[in-house]
Structures are given as C-alpha cells and as structure tokens.
C-alpha cells in the first residue's frame, strides 16, 4: 500500500450561478447536479488515477501505487455510490466504513469565472474518530494524505500512525483553520492555498514573492511548506531550498477539485521516489487539468493527460 488517505467523502450538490450571492440575498442558479467529492476521496482518486495502471487478466486495471482511503460514510444511497466509486477506481476502501449517520455533503456554487463557494455539511465524516484508527492500516505506507474535513484529534492521530508506520506525512490543511503545534510537529509536509495561509498566518499571499514569504514562516514549524496560488502557480520551501512552479495557462471551468489533484498527484510522485520541486510540477499540471472540467472527481485527469502536458 503506497498511500493512505484519510479523510472526508461528501456528495456535491452543484449549482451554477452568474455571480456568488451576498450576505441575506437570494439569487436564481441553474438545476443542481450530483458530483462525487470530499476532499479526502477527492485525493484518493486523483493518487489512484495517476499512478501507473496495471492491468490484471479478467479484474480490470489496478494502480500500481496502492490508495487505502480511510473515512465514513452514511448507510445511505449517497454513502453507497461514493464508496462504490472509490471502489471502481482500484481504491482500497475496506477502513471507509458505512455507519449510522447521514453522509457528508457539500453544497457548492460556481460562478461564470469559474470560482466556487462551498459550504461542508460534515455528517459521517465527522463521526471518524481517533480511536477508530489502528497502526495496521498505515503498514506499508510511504505517504499519509490527511486535510481537514475529519475531527482535528483524528488527523493528528493518523498524522502519529503514519509517522509510527515510517511514512511521509503530507497535511492538505483545507478548509482553513488554526492549526495547534502539537498536529504540525507530526507533519513532513504541509500543503495550503492563498486563503488557507491567511488563516494561518494572518496574510493572504497574493504573489509568488509573498507566497514564499509564507511558506518561509510556515516552514519554522514544517519542514516542507508548498502554497499553492492558483493562477500564479505554486512556491515551496524546504531543506532542499526554495522555488517557485508556474501554473499552465488554462481556460477556467470550474475550480472545484484542483487542490485536491494538486495534493493526489504530489503524493503520488512522491511514492515514487520524485524531487519535491518535480512532484509540485506534477502537481501543478493536474491541478491546472481539473480547473478545465466541472465537479470534483469527474474532473482529475489521467496519468496520460498529466504526462502528455509534461
Ligand atoms: O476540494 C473540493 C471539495 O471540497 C469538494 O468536492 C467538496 O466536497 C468539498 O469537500
């Protein structure tokens, strides 16, 4: 098993509008559509897609980078077809268990620029607890993916697990809060976007410049910190260095989903041994892919679609 992932599974309920509301207004949208999402199978499925396929005679393609994704879902038709999704994808989903509780879903808006507002409703996800994970799960593991759509004590016992196991820990700390030192001293590498590094450190990065900046200051409790910057690409810092990746030029769909290719395919790289500024290259063109495509996972692209951009 190369990556564990473990975090949140949401049904998406999208909904297109000309521009976001403001506070007490009521616009008109489009018919809603259902997309698979979370954040945490969001990753998982974008690792599982672009690792290597292997086919095996009469099952199909598996990945050759094992995915486990660990997380709950509600016994409910949303938490069936999600799970039956990660399923379909080679993913190892027997820690996603279905319990008694409805399934996470998320409300999202997309305006015409393609920029999305997404409101969480956790459910199950948040029924994931620390005492629910066992050392036996992260064996084998050489990455852990975790965010934050799961109790904080949760990640950092899987953030501890993983570690435990010998694995690099890689923390998508998405959606934005405040983080204590005692989850980012189990954390290899933390990974957040322009809005998630205001709510760390109280400044929105809105250049390659500021964003090491950032990432400098987020690096003296992290030894690796990548911010990501949409348009503008992404920086990192670390003992290797500093750097900055510049982003495709791409016509903007949706941006649901983005990050979330960005982490799947570093992890991925990562497994396989890359340098941390080739996998945030990678990482960059898969996230850039998915701003092209509407919804979460029906947008992350193909190893072959990443490598013939490469
Ligand atoms: O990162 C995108 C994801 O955030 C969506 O799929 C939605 O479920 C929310 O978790």
């Known amino acids: 098993m190369g990556i564990v992932v473990v975090g949140s599974l949401n049904m998406d309920l999208v909904v297109k509008v000309k521009r976001h509301p403001l506070p007490g207004e009521t616009l008109l949208g489009s018919d809603y559509q259902t997309y698979h999402g979370g954040k945490g199978a969001n990753q998982a499925v974008a690792a599982a897609r672009l690792s290597q396929r292997q086919v095996v005679p009469g099952k199909g393609s598996t990945p050759s980078v094992g995915v486990r994704m660990i997380g709950r879902v509600g016994q409910d038709a949303f938490g069936h077809e999600l799970r039956n999704a990660l399923k379909r994808e080679g993913i190892n989903v027997h820690a996603t268990l279905p319990i008694a509780a409805p399934t996470g879903v998320?409300?999202?808006?997309?305006?015409?620029?393609?920029?999305?507002?997404?409101?969480?409703?956790?459910?199950?996800n948040h029924r994931l607890r620390?005492?629910?994970?066992?050392?036996?799960?992260?064996?084998?593991?050489?990455?852990?993916?975790?965010?934050?759509?799961?109790?904080?004590?949760?990640?950092?016992?899987?953030?501890?697990?993983?570690?435990?196991?010998?694995a690099t820990v890689l923390l998508n700390a998405a959606p934005a809060q405040r983080l204590p030192d005692?989850?980012?001293?189990?954390?290899?590498?933390?990974?957040?976007?322009?809005?998630?590094?205001?709510?760390?450190?109280?400044?929105?990065?809105?250049?390659?410049?500021?964003g090491l900046e950032v990432a400098r200051e987020l690096s003296q409790k992290v030894p690796r910190v990548i911010v990501t910057l949409g348009e503008q690409g992404a920086v990192w810092v670390g003992p290797e260095g500093s750097g900055h990746q510049p982003a495709l030029r791409v016509e903007a769909v949706d941006a649901t989903g983005a990050g979330d290719a960005f982490v799947g395919a570093l992890a991925v790289a990562l497994c396989e041994g890359e340098t941390l500024p080739r996998a945030i290259r990678l990482g960059c063109v898969a996230g850039a892919l998915a701003v092209t495509r509407v919804g979460a996972q029906s947008s992350l692209p193909s190893r072959e679609e990443v490598m013939a951009w490469l």
């Open 182 to 210: 005692r989850l980012l001293e189990c954390i290899d590498i933390l990974v957040v976007n322009d809005k998630e590094a205001l709510g760390l450190c109280g400044v929105l990065p809105d250049s390659p410049e500021m």
């Open 106 to 124: 998320a409300f999202i808006a997309v305006d015409e620029a393609g920029q999305n507002t997404i409101i969480v409703s956790p459910g199950a």
């Open 130 to 166: 620390p005492e629910n994970l066992t050392l036996t799960e992260f064996e084998g593991a050489r990455v852990v993916v975790l965010q934050l759509e799961i109790p904080l004590d949760t990640v950092r016992r899987a953030a501890e697990l993983g570690r435990q196991a010998g």
